[in-house]
Nanobody, 122 residues
Framework: QVRLVESGGGSVQAGDSLRLSCAAS????????MGWFRQAPGKEREFVAT?????????YYADSVKGRFTISIDNPKNTVYLQMNSLKPEDTAVYYC??????????????WGQGTQVTVSS
């Protein structure tokens, strides 16, 4: 049973930083990608960032977060991080961690965390 547990959300001011963590457990993860999605009230869940465990840790970012967010992974700890800098009010959402076989996560990922709330006030 794969389990993903997020942490690190909170309420901050615009321009501040937060780091989200997602710890995975339950199986071997060497050929799986991990990543982050977010969902704001009244909106669909949207892709934020993803990182592969194979292929040199290839990363992909949504255009809206490029240059501000950085995804990284600690393979021995099976933990993925999302460093979020220069936060904006429009980054306010519930952030979800996902895990999927391959080089990136998509909305069809079979495993999801419970979500962590990020609120950015102006």
């Amino acid at each position: 049973q794969v389990r993903l547990v997020e942490s690190g959300g909170g309420s901050v001011q615009a321009g501040d930083s937060l780091r989200l963590s997602c710890a995975a457990s339950g199986r071997t993860f060497s050929k799986y990608a991990m990543g982050w999605f977010r969902q704001a009230p009244g909106k669909e869940r949207e892709f934020v960032a993803t990182i592969s465990r194979s292929g040199g840790g290839t990363t992909y970012y949504a255009d809206s977060v490029k240059g501000r967010f950085t995804i990284s992974i600690d393979n021995p700890k099976n933990t993925v991080y999302l460093q979020m800098n220069s936060l904006k009010p429009e980054d306010t959402a519930v952030y979800y961690c996902a895990d999927q076989f391959g080089v990136r996560v998509t909305t069809t990922a079979p495993y999801w965390g419970q979500g962590t709330q990020v609120t950015v006030s102006s």
